[in-house]
Structures are given as C-alpha cells and as structure tokens.
C-alpha cells in the first residue's frame, strides 16, 4: 500500500518539527510537504493527501477553506481558537473528514474519559478546579485541554463554559460558589503539558493528573488520526472517535 502523504503546516514550529521526525520513522506515511509562514500552501497542498495542521489559530480557517475545496482530510492540532472560528471549520467539515482535537495524547483523552465519569460519580457536592502548567512561549490561555476538560464537567453538571468558568482568581472574589468552575493556567520553563482536574468536598479530595514529557505523544497521535482519518466519510471528528471513547 503506498503511504499517506501528508502537508504539515507550521514545520518549522516545536509539533511541525517532532510530527515531521515521527513520520520519518513510520512507514505508512511520507511527509509530501513542509510548510510555514510564507510558503506557499495551496502548491504544496497538490502533492498530499491530508493536512497536519499545528501553526495559529488564525491560520486554520484558510487551510480548512483550501482542504475543502481540495477534498483533502485535515487534522487540526492547533488551539485558541475564537468560536466564530471553530463554527467554520465545522462548516468545511460538511465536506471534508476532519480530525479537530486539542489533545492528540492517548493519555489525555483517558483522562478527558475518567473526567467525566469521576464528575458523573461524585455529584454535585464535589467543588470542580482545573489546573493547567505549559513552557513559557505558549501562546494561548487557558489551554485547549484544560477547555475541554471545563467542557466535560459543564456538561455533566448541566452548566455553561462562558458563564460558569471562573479564570483564576485575584483581590476579594467572595466565596466559592458550588456552580462555579475555576480554572488556572501556569507559565514557565519547558514544561510540554500539565493538567489536573481536583474534584474537592467536605472531608475528601480526588485529583486526576496527566503531564506530558515529550511531544511525541503528540505528533503520533496525529499521524494515527491521519490513518484512520484517511477511510472516514465528510464530518467533525476528535481523538476520542479516533481512539473509540466514545
Ligand atoms: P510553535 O510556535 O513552535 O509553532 C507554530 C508554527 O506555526 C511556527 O513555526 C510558525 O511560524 C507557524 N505559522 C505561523 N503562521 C503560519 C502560517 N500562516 N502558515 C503556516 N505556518 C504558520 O508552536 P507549537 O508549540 O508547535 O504549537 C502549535 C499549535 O499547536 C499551538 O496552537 C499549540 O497550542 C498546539 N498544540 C496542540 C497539541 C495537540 O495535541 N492538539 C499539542 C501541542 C501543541
């Protein structure tokens, strides 16, 4: 079977560079292109197959645009995107399989797994915390996973992302309240990726944490999505379809 040929944009970025070095070791792929900011994208998509996109959030719009008109899978690693944002590559998804997961990791989306089934299991007297630590050059916050992982748990407890999530806390914020969903984003060193979620009640504590210490897990992750991508029919797909969590 020839391999997949693969488009990863944003290459010279920290996941372009380790996605490209992944795909070089497994023979069911061949990175067909490698392009950054100022290539030429729309060349470079004729030679592939499928998108790995992990570049900036404003950039993800046009290349969603460009594999639809193509009708070339994409996989969107890439986060901070506005809402406006997510809606249009939904829209493409009408015509194009995409793969839009911020985490690729197996061991986050066990963890997204468990999120919602400790939070299904401990009702509403457990208090809901995220906790998030990245490397200091990360761009967006809260990060992707830690949204997710706020997403989870408001849809467990039937609350609201943008009108229950409390982002950090300063000066005389009152007292907790049990709607409430705090969440705290941490900068500094190298740190690939820390995440924990504390479920916290009278008397007793769970903490669920995942920390990633290369971002192989990562890149691999992709390039499994890109596989089983590859034979999907149009729609909107994350890791956890990939990974059949759900
Ligand atoms: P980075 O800053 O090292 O790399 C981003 C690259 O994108 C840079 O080389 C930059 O020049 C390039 N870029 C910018 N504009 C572009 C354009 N118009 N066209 C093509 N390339 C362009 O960042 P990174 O650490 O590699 O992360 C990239 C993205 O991936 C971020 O949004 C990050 O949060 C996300 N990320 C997701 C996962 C996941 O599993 N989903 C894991 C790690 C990082």
């Not at 911020?102 to 919602?116: A, D, H, I, K, M």
């Not at 943008?162 to 705090?182: A, L, M, P, Q, W």
């Not at 479920?199 to 990633?212: D, I, P, S």
């Amino acid at each position: 079977m020839n391999p997949l040929r693969l488009l990863v944009n944003g290459s010279r970025g920290r996941m372009g560079q380790t996605i490209i070095a992944c795909a070089k070791a497994d023979p069911e792929v061949a990175i067909a292109a490698a392009v950054d900011q100022g290539d030429d994208f729309n060349s470079a998509l004729k030679l592939a197959d499928a998108v790995i996109d992990f570049s900036h959030h404003d950039v993800t719009e046009s290349v969603a645009c460009a594999c639809a008109a193509d009708k070339k899978l994409l996989i969107i690693g890439t986060t901070g995107h506005t809402d406006a944002q997510v809606a249009r590559i939904a829209e493409a998804a009408q015509l194009i399989p995409i793969v839009f997961a911020p985490n690729f990791s197996v061991g986050v989306n066990t963890l997204f797994w468990l999120t919602r089934k400790a939070a299904e299991i401990l009702g509403t007297d457990f208090d809901l915390e995220v906790v998030e630590m990245h490397h200091k050059l990360k761009k967006d916050a809260p990060s992707g996973t830690a949204k997710r992982l706020v997403e989870i748990l408001a849809a467990v407890r039937s609350l609201n992302y943008n009108e229950d999530t409390r982002h950090g806390r300063f000066g005389i914020v009152g007292e907790r309240k049990t709607s409430e969903i705090g969440v705290h984003a941490i900068r500094g060193g190298d740190v690939v990726g820390d995440h924990t979620v504390i479920f916290a009640a009278q008397g007793e504590r769970v903490e669920l944490t995942h920390k990633a210490s290369s971002r192989e897990t990562f890149a691999r992750g992709s390039i499994r999505a890109a596989k089983w991508g590859a034979t999907r029919p149009p729609g909107l797909y994350d890791m956890q379809d990939v990974l059949g969590l759900k």
